[in-house]
């Protein structure tokens, strides 16, 4: 072949070699596309039964994973299956390490310095309240045995079990389980997770002594490798192969040590393990890759894109392959116009088209901050290169997917702008002596008078030797600007915006009121009070309004309602308490209650003022009235209703059932004897039924002697009854329940009848809820007449707890006979009474003795001074103490001018004091003296513990008539025997007033 044709394919070569960023690009693009698509993700089956790998990792990335198995156990609450288990095999390649857990893009904060339970190592991320929610476990492939925690839960699974066989030696996988919390997660996928992975160790030649570095790894021993990031020592083991553990080769080359000479290859990694500093302080390696390799992808162009992580660049020459990260900082040769054999041809081209020539760098990547997802960098503008080209933007884009780094970004597009710049390439033939030229590697300095070239740096990028020795060299212009990189001026400022996951918001109540409200008979007469609740009632999702009251400033805080309230779409509900009481201060709020289980939140307190509602004759009438018809009539009345109500639910059962009854089975006996006119029975009934609907018991004993009177003709019958049902139905899904006991005694004659009746019941109905009711009633009837004894208990959903006590004269006696309290004809006799607060409409007493009173809110004592006559007055005093001797002791005196029709009235407090049991202070006695005359007295007992005792005393006199008086206070004790124990007349001003009568 001619010299020249040879030259001019060198010179094609050059210029048509992927050697810039973005060449490379365009010829990873081309590539890509001339491939079959694939499908995202990784492809096949899982190793866990011995199939081929699938992938490797390498260096730090996040991967999907494939999910393999996935079961539920366990139980939370009402909620079954709580525990969601997710298995997921993380490449096929041992020695990986887990490093977090994402989920819906969101860091899960895996720590592995948490406490390790059975289901794992807890993601903090997801612990509420103190508790875990999600947990993950790692193999890394060195395991021998099955994972202890699935075996456990699903190894005995008929379906899909997770046996010991499933060990899955050499195979990463992780194991998450996820505890149902919809107020953190309404739903996990198995696809929702990802996980953050440190690939898979790698062998390092600078840490083998044996190859020219130091340390102990060694090629060929994968125990000896460690986990890295450093693209060039990831492209090293591709180039001589990935083995697995028992020496096997998986995927890549075949290159030996010799193929990769060990000072080439050590510099470039060197050089991406190089510190750069950060804008905002601290430092990074220059160069950092990850990302998980498929296996069936050419481990070529797998090379091709790690170089593009890095801007490094590859040749093969004389036998090995070279490598460079950038360009050449010096030159290993010099050359000038005189070294060129000018009997050979040579080329340059110095002026590529304008729209192959880009002057803004566009670039994404993948980006750790924000859930390891794809994103746009920030583009690198060439503002002169933009100012040259007329103004005129061109984009140029890199896809950097298995960059990690924003900052490593930046620098990767700052390279690729500078060098789409270098226009200047050359084909040259040297002569023989310049053989050793190193593609990539070795430098060139090119002073040239013909070119305008002044020891200008090339870097060769093809070296061919000629048959005829010369060595033909492609060119490439070499510039240093796009080596230097100084933070300050070149890095751009970003924005990164992590990938928080976000939990279900909490639904606050909408519109949401409480106001006093009364429940009205039909009559419009207020029976109960009540709390009107009010929201807004366009809801979806709702399955009821959840309420509560409480008291407010109570200590310690004590909630009197908490109740569901079901008629969401109504938009209010008024509900009243046993709890409630007139002019009660309360509080209420109220909250959204989910068909599903979601956070939900809840109102502030709001404040509730009730009113007043006062007891009404009728009030309780509908209640007594439904109690007695539970109680039931006569006992033949009673024994029916029950066998109706049994025979009822069997034939229901039988009817409705979608099968045959599986068990009814009846046992009766009776013993009947007559004689004459006189008949004694005895029976009993044992019946049980079941279905599927539902099933009951009963049992029904009565006895039963009637006699015919000849010589009156009227009939009389005793009778006796002790009866037990128990049920349960689920009828078109409404669940009822029911247990109930009758015990009666009964005696007619004629068509008068006496009878004791006991009766509890315990049920349950979807429609009505809980209801218990205990009753013992002893009455009388006739035709004409009905007495009634009773005491009635009820406590149910939505209602009051009560005892109803009905009868004509009701009595409470203490243990020797005394009427303690009398309620006789509607009137009530109590013996003594201390009442907290006292509402009346009309107050009778011959006495009353007061700490204090008040006319409509005002004091009385402060209504005498607002009538005082002009000259009353009030007369201070201090306490006065004084001692247990028996004698009087004036504690105040004053004058006050008095007019006709006027009367004095005194108030004082007395504090008396008993230091110790056995004291002898009897009691002590308080006079009024108008002049040396007794006007009033007072006796004030001291039948008390030890300690001290607060009275008010009150005194008042007659109208003294006119003039003006000296009126005064003096104490004693009675029955003194020690003096020493001291009366204290307290309150330090004594209201001595005159008044109009």
């Not at 591709?238 to 060990?262: F, M």
């Not at 950097?400 to 040259?428: C, D, P, Y």
């Not at 046992?667 to 044992?686: C, G, Q």
Request: include cysteine; charged fraction near 25%; hydrophobic fraction near 40%.
């Amino acid at each position: 072949m001619p010299w020249a044709q040879i030259i001019m394919i060198v010179v094609s070569l050059v210029i048509n070699m992927a050697v810039g960023m973005l060449q490379r690009q365009r010829q990873i693009d081309e590539n890509a596309n001339a491939q079959p698509e694939q499908a995202p993700g990784l492809t096949g089956k899982t190793r866990l039964g011995g199939e081929a790998y699938r992938s490797i990792i390498f260096g730090r990335c996040a991967v999907d994973g494939y999910h393999v198995y996935g079961r539920e156990w366990g139980a939370s609450g009402d909620s079954p299956n709580a525990y969601t288990v997710d298995v997921f095999s993380l490449g096929d390649f041992p020695g990986v390490t887990l490093a977090g857990v994402l989920l819906k893009g969101a860091d899960t904060v895996y720590d592995t310095g948490e406490t390790e339970v059975t289901t794992g190592y807890p993601c903090t991320g997801f612990r509420d309240n103190g508790t875990d929610y999600l947990w993950a476990r790692f193999h890394d492939g060195s395991q021998t045995a099955a994972d202890s925690y699935l075996t456990a839960k699903f190894g005995s699974l008929s379906s899909l079990p997770w046996t010991s066989d499933f060990i899955g030696t050499g195979l990463p996988y992780a194991v998450v389980t996820a505890l149902e919390n919809e107020d953190l997660f309404s739903d996990i996928p198995d696809d929702d997770y990802r996980f953050i992975v440190d690939g898979v160790p790698l062998y390092d030649p600078r840490q083998d002594t044996t190859a020219g570095g130091s340390g102990s790894h060694r090629w060929g021993t994968p125990s000896t490798y460690e986990q890295t990031s450093n693209p060039i020592v990831a492209i090293y083991n591709i180039r001589r192969g990935i083995y697995d553990q028992d020496g096997n080769k998986v995927w890549g080359g075949e290159a030996t040590a010799y193929e990769l000479p060990y000072a080439v290859w050590s510099a470039a990694m060197d050089s991406c393990d190089a510190t750069v500093s950060l804008k905002g302080g601290g430092t990074e390696p220059r160069y950092e890759w990850g990302a998980e390799i498929s296996l069936d992808q050419d481990p070529e162009q797998v090379i091709e894109r790690i170089l593009m992580t890095c801007n490094a660049h590859q040749a093969r020459h004389r036998g090995q392959w070279l490598i460079k990260v950038g360009v050449p900082s010096s030159a290993a040769y010099a050359i000038s116009d005189d070294t060129i054999m000018v009997t050979e041809r040579q080329a340059g081209v110095f002026f590529p088209e304008p729209d192959d020539v880009p002057n803004v760098i566009a670039a994404t990547f993948t980006d750790p901050d924000s859930g390891w997802t794809e994103k746009e960098a920030r583009q690198r503008r060439f503002s002169s290169y933009i100012t040259a080209d007329g103004g005129i933007e061109r984009v140029a884009e890199l896809d950097l997917g298995w960059v990690h780094s924003q900052t490593q970004v930046q620098r990767l597009q700052n390279k690729a702008g500078i060098e789409a710049r270098k226009f200047n390439r050359h084909a040259i033939v040297l002569p023989p002596e310049y053989a050793g030229i190193r593609p990539f590697v070795d430098g060139i300095a090119w002073t040239s008078e013909r070119e305008g070239y002044s020891a200008k740096l090339f870097t060769p990028v093809l070296v061919t030797q000629l048959p005829n020795g010369y060595v033909a060299v492609g060119l490439l212009e070499t510039d240093q600007d796009g080596e230097t990189w100084t933070p300050a001026d070149d890095e751009l400022d970003y924005d990164t915006v992590p990938i928080d996951y976000v939990r279900p918001p909490e639904q606050s109540i909408v519109a949401f009121s409480a106001t006093a409200a009364t429940i009205s008979d039909k009559d419009s007469n207020d029976k109960r009070l009540a709390i009107l609740f009010g929201w807004d009632a366009n809801l979806k999702g709702v399955r009821a309004v959840r309420v509560q009251v409480r008291v407010k400033d109570a200590s310690p805080e004590k909630v009197i309602l908490d109740e569901e309230i079901l008629n969401v779409s109504d938009g209010s509900a008024t509900r009243a308490s046993g709890a409630f009481y007139n002019g009660a201060i309360l509080q209420a709020r109220g909250k959204y209650v989910p068909m599903r289980s979601r956070k939900t939140a809840w109102t502030g307190w709001i404040d509730v003022t009730l009113g007043e509602v006062l007891i009404q004759k009728d009030e309780l009438s509908d209640v007594l009235r439904d109690l007695r018809d539970w109680m039931g009539g006569s006992i033949r009345e009673i024994k029916g209703d029950l066998d109706e109500a049994f025979l009822q639910l069997s034939e229901n059962s039988s009817a409705q059932s979608l099968q045959q009854i599986s068990s009814n089975q009846n046992l009766a006996a009776a013993i009947l004897n007559s004689e004459a006119r006189v008949t004694a029975a005895y029976e009993v009934k044992v019946a049980a039924v079941a279905s599927d609907l539902g099933g009951a018991v009963s049992r029904i004993e009565t006895l039963e002697v009637d006699y015919e009177n000849l010589r009156t003709g009227v009939n009389v019958n005793a009778s006796a009854i002790n009866a037990v049902q128990v049920s349960i139905t689920n009828l078109d899904g409404e669940l009822s329940a029911l247990s109930e006991t009758v015990i009666g005694n009964q005696v007619a004659i004629g068509d008068a009848t006496a009878s004791a009746l006991f009766r509890t019941s315990a049920s349950y109905t979807a429609a009505a809820g809980y209801k218990a009711r205990v009753g013992f009633e002893a009455r009388w009837s006739t035709s004409i007449d009905y007495k009634s004894a009773a005491i009635f208990l009820e406590v149910g959903t939505g209602s009051k707890s009560r005892i109803l006590l009905t009868a004509d004269q009701t009595a409470i006696l203490d243990t020797d006979g005394n009427v303690v309290a009398l309620f006789d004809s509607g009137t009530t006799r109590i013996a003594n009474a201390r009442i907290r607060n006292l509402t009346a409409t009309n107050i009778k007493t011959k006495s009353l003795d007061a700490d204090e009173i008040l006319v409509d809110g005002t004091v009385l004592t402060d209504l005498i001074k607002d009538k005082a006559v002009s000259d009353g007055r009030a007369v201070a005093a201090t306490g006065v103490d004084f001692p247990d001797d028996g004698k009087w002791h004036t504690i105040i005196s004053g004058n006050v001018n008095c007019t006709g029709g006027k009367r004095i009235v005194v108030i004082f407090n007395a504090l008396l004091l008993k230091p110790y049991a056995g004291s002898a202070v009897e009691f002590c006695r308080m006079q009024l003296r108008r002049g040396s005359n007794v006007v009033a007295q007072k006796y004030q007992y001291g039948g008390y513990a030890v300690g001290e005792r607060n009275e008010v005393i009150f005194m008042e006199t007659d109208d003294p008539g006119d003039g003006t008086f000296t009126y005064s206070v003096r104490m004693r004790t009675v029955s003194a025997k020690d003096g020493t124990h001291p009366i204290r007349a307290e309150d330090p001003t004594i209201i001595m007033e005159v008044y109009k009568k």
